[in-house]
């Protein structure tokens, strides 16, 4: 796989990841659960190393006004995980599947509060274009995060859950991170060698406009 210096250390880890090492919540054994999957889809724009991700809208009945990756449900007409999280990008900002190639399926994710095991699909956007909501309804805002930018100290702190957990957070470009997202972003720092010291000790509260919205 023909895949940029910067993005090769994180496919070789993401190649040896057991399940549970990306969240210790693990989809029920029972089989039960909603499957769904999201698409991390990295790319070079305007030469940064980034990432596309997505505010939804502020008056959804879930998750309204989170940032998100590009994703959602898996249909019955979906052939795979993968071919739901294309899907879902497309629906969602217009992301022409044909400028990414996906690298690898990550272990699936529990989100208890949910109910969805979620599959994360780590893709190489090789060609980016511009992507926008295709359907304001859904999606309030297409956003490409630069990894300079989500790594630096200063945007990093953690956020107390409403179930009293406390989880990582993120702050960059007008987006405030936070829940499934930005766990898995922190993993994803980790694996590809862009983490950088930050303060842990840092909390910051969610913003009045998440308060009560799960994620």
């Known amino acids: 796989?023909?895949?940029?210096?910067?993005?090769?250390?994180?496919?070789?880890?993401?190649?040896a990841l057991e399940p549970?090492?990306?969240?210790?919540?693990?989809?029920?054994?029972?089989?039960s659960g909603r499957e769904s999957a999201v698409l991390i889809a990295f790319g070079e724009v305007d030469g940064e190393p980034s990432l596309l991700l997505i505010?939804?809208?502020?008056d959804m009945r879930n998750h309204a006004g989170q940032v998100a990756f590009p994703g959602g449900a898996v249909d019955p007409t979906d052939q795979d995980n993968v071919s739901a999280a294309l899907r879902e990008a497309t629906e969602e900002v217009g992301l022409d599947p044909a400028s990414v190639q996906v690298i690898i399926e990550l272990p699936s994710i529990f989100i208890p509060v949910t109910g969805f095991v979620v599959a994360p699909v780590l893709a190489w956007w090789h060609s980016p274009?511009?992507?926008?909501?295709?359907?304001?309804?859904?999606?309030?805002?297409a956003a490409t995060v630069s990894i300079a930018?989500?790594?630096?100290?200063?945007?990093?702190?953690?956020?107390?859950?409403?179930?009293?957990?406390?989880?990582?957070?993120?702050?960059?470009?007008?987006?405030?991170?936070?829940?499934?997202?930005?766990?898995?972003?922190?993993?994803?720092?980790?694996?590809?060698?862009w983490s950088r010291p930050w303060d842990t000790g840092q909390e910051r509260?969610?913003?009045p406009h998440l308060i009560g919205r799960r994620s």
């Open 149 to 193: 930018a989500l790594a630096e100290p200063a945007n990093r702190f953690r956020v107390p859950h409403p179930t009293g957990w406390l989880g990582p957070g993120f702050e960059v470009d007008g987006l405030f991170i936070w829940g499934f997202t930005a766990v898995l972003l922190d993993r994803l720092l980790d694996l590809g060698g």
């Open 1 to 15: 796989m023909n895949l940029p210096p910067w993005l090769a250390p994180l496919a070789e880890a993401a190649g």
């Open 205 to 207: 509260a969610l913003p």
């Open 129 to 141: 274009h511009p992507v926008s909501p295709v359907d304001p309804v859904e999606v309030a805002r």
């Open 55 to 58: 505010q939804r809208a502020a």
């Open 20 to 31: 549970g090492e990306l969240s210790m919540f693990l989809p029920p054994e029972d089989g």
